[in-house]
């Protein structure tokens, strides 16, 4: 049997990953071309050029660039109609902007527990969580994994309620054929470091429906509606706008997007395969529906039951010696301090004690079965992978074979 590095054996990996964000000639040349010859912010052609672009290779109408995702959020459900005291359900498996932007529009974040298998929220416990005050059910397609948008849909049709996607991690992923984003009433992107698409930080709002994204059009430019003139403010909104240089990035990132996702998609299938052979390690599912996930984290499940009950940390402990860095993820949402809120600050939220709140699902997935690995991993050349599945391998083995190692 194999030593392990953690205790003194000779890692699998001592190379590095591919490198996230990638740096290309065409970005930069893209980038000068706008700082020498375009304005920088407001009226740019590359801003525009964008957003249109964003929009058709997204399937979807309309498409305003914004300064992250957690502002598209927020410019998002203000435009739903979303007002204090408002409720919107989202899952407490994800990051934490999809919470407090609700909290930032004043509103009343609904959870609802995710599924053990896809990490996605449970369209069958949504209906429950859904009152007079639901304005908004705002799935996060996890990891870029789509969430079950078709059951979604329905329950917010049967209730007249909006659907806003949180595809900040689904840049280019597909439910039934059509990419996410517009499959309900609009959907944001975020363009962060860590993003499949970046620019080191943005976000976008895409939709098909012109009134909704009017609104956002005001929320995202100060208040300013279509039209009127610049010192003209028709709603409380602030300047959560792009600029030209991260949309050229953006525009420039687009060419590379198809080939890097084809890779993506070996690279995970490579995984999923080697995991079928792991007893104990099981990837994460998608619907019969989905037609593409976008890979943003590749996630997996540990089932300790399988290795002597050895906890999930001291696996990813053995997993980081060998050179493979997988880790927890998020914790559950509503333990975060911030839900921890002052009632003369948010009234509406006094009577709601998030602290004592347990979904069986997240606490089960954050505190004992998620593993993630970041999309970059995915990057790599098929030895990169078979590194990945040899520290798997290796790791497993010793944890099944000398558990008392681990002790
Ligand atoms: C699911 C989810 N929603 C929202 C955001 C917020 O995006 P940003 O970091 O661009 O504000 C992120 C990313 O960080 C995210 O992963």
Same mark, same amino acid.
């Given at each position: 049997?194999?030593?392990?590095?953690?205790?003194?054996?000779?890692?699998?990996?001592?190379?590095?990953?591919?490198?996230?964000?990638?740096?290309?000639?065409?970005?930069?040349?893209?980038?000068?071309?706008?700082?020498?010859?375009?304005?920088?912010?407001?009226?740019?052609?590359?801003?525009?050029?964008?957003?249109?672009?964003?929009?058709?290779?997204?399937?979807?109408?309309?498409?305003?660039?914004?300064?992250?995702?957690?502002?598209?959020?927020?410019?998002?459900?203000?435009?739903?109609?979303?007002?204090?005291?408002?409720?919107?359900?989202?899952?407490?498996?994800?990051?934490?902007?999809?919470?407090?932007?609700?909290?930032?529009?004043?509103?009343?974040?609904?959870?609802?527990?995710?599924?053990?298998?896809?990490?996605?929220?449970?369209?069958?416990?949504?209906?429950?969580?859904?009152?007079?005050?639901?304005?908004?059910?705002?799935?996060?397609?996890?990891?870029?994994?789509?969430?079950?948008?078709?059951?979604?849909?329905?329950?917010?049709?049967?209730?007249?309620?909006?659907?806003?996607?949180?595809?900040?991690?689904?840049?280019?992923?597909?439910?039934?054929?059509?990419?996410?984003?517009?499959?309900?009433?609009?959907? =944001?992107?975020?363009?962060?470091?860590?993003?499949?698409?970046?620019?080191?930080?943005?976000?976008?709002?895409?939709?098909?429906?012109?009134?909704?994204?009017?609104?956002?059009?005001?929320?995202?430019?100060?208040?300013?509606?279509?039209?009127?003139?610049?010192?003209?403010?028709?709603?409380?909104?602030?300047?959560?706008?792009?600029?030209?240089?991260?949309?050229?990035?953006?525009?420039?990132?687009?060419?590379?997007?198809?080939?890097?996702?084809?890779?993506?998609?070996?690279?995970?299938?490579?995984?999923?395969?080697?995991?079928?052979?792991?007893?104990?390690?099981?990837?994460?599912?998608?619907?019969?529906?989905?037609?593409?996930?976008?890979?943003? =984290?590749?996630?997996?499940?540990?089932?300790?039951?399988?290795?002597?009950?050895?906890?999930?940390?001291?696996?990813?402990?053995?997993?980081?010696?060998?050179?493979?860095?997988?880790?927890?993820?998020?914790?559950?949402?509503?333990?975060?301090?911030?839900?921890?809120?002052?009632?003369?600050?948010?009234?509406?939220?006094?009577?709601?004690?998030?602290?004592?709140?347990?979904?069986?699902?997240?606490?089960?997935?954050?505190?004992?079965?998620?593993?993630?690995?970041?999309?970059?991993?995915?990057?790599?050349?098929?030895?990169? =992978?078979?590194?990945?599945?040899?520290?798997?391998?290796?790791?497993?083995?010793?944890?099944?074979?000398?558990?008392?190692?681990?002790?």
């Amino acid at each position: 049997m194999e030593k392990l590095a953690l205790f003194g054996g000779a890692p699998v990996r001592t190379k590095p990953f591919p490198k996230w964000p990638r740096f290309t000639e065409a970005l930069k040349n893209n980038l000068i071309y706008t700082l020498e010859h375009d304005l920088w912010g407001v009226g740019s052609d590359a801003i525009s050029r964008f957003e249109k672009a964003f929009a058709e290779y997204h399937d979807a109408k309309y498409c305003i660039s914004t300064s992250s995702g957690t502002t598209a959020l927020w410019v998002a459900l203000k435009a739903a109609g979303v007002k204090a005291g408002d409720e919107v359900i989202v899952p407490p498996y994800t990051f934490i902007a999809t919470a407090s932007a609700v909290l930032m529009a004043n509103a009343i974040p609904v959870f609802v527990d995710v599924e053990l298998d896809t990490f996605n929220i449970d369209p069958e416990r949504i209906e429950s969580a859904i009152t007079e005050k639901t304005k908004v059910i705002m799935p996060v397609h996890i990891a870029g994994n789509p969430a079950q948008m078709d059951k979604i849909s329905a329950l917010a049709g049967k209730h007249g309620i909006a659907v806003i996607e949180d595809a900040a991690q689904a840049h280019g992923a597909e439910w039934k054929g059509r990419k996410v984003g517009a499959l309900g009433l609009g959907g =944001i992107f975020s363009f962060q470091t860590s993003k499949n698409m970046t620019a080191g930080e943005g976000g976008a709002i895409i939709s098909d429906d012109q009134e909704f994204m009017d609104a956002c059009f005001a929320y995202h430019n100060c208040g300013r509606v279509r039209g009127g003139k610049w010192y003209e403010h028709q709603h409380l909104g602030g300047n959560f706008r792009l600029n030209a240089m991260a949309a050229s990035m953006l525009t420039t990132q687009l060419q590379t997007l198809e080939q890097e996702m084809q890779l993506r998609d070996r690279n995970s299938a490579r995984l999923d395969e080697a995991l079928t052979e792991i007893p104990g390690l099981t990837p994460v599912k998608t619907y019969p529906e989905t037609t593409r996930v976008a890979h943003h =984290i590749y996630l997996a499940r540990y089932d300790r039951s399988q290795f002597h009950n050895i906890p999930r940390e001291k696996f990813f402990k053995a997993m980081q010696a060998e050179g493979v860095f997988t880790y927890a993820g998020y914790p559950p949402l509503y333990r975060e301090k911030l839900f921890v809120t002052d009632a003369e600050e948010y009234p509406w939220l006094q009577n709601i004690n998030y602290r004592e709140m347990y979904f069986p699902n997240t606490e089960r997935i954050a505190n004992e079965e998620a593993v993630w690995l970041k999309q970059n991993h995915l990057l790599g050349t098929e030895e990169d =992978i078979q590194d990945i599945v040899d520290a798997f391998v290796k790791v497993t083995n010793v944890m099944r074979q000398q558990p008392e190692l681990f002790e």
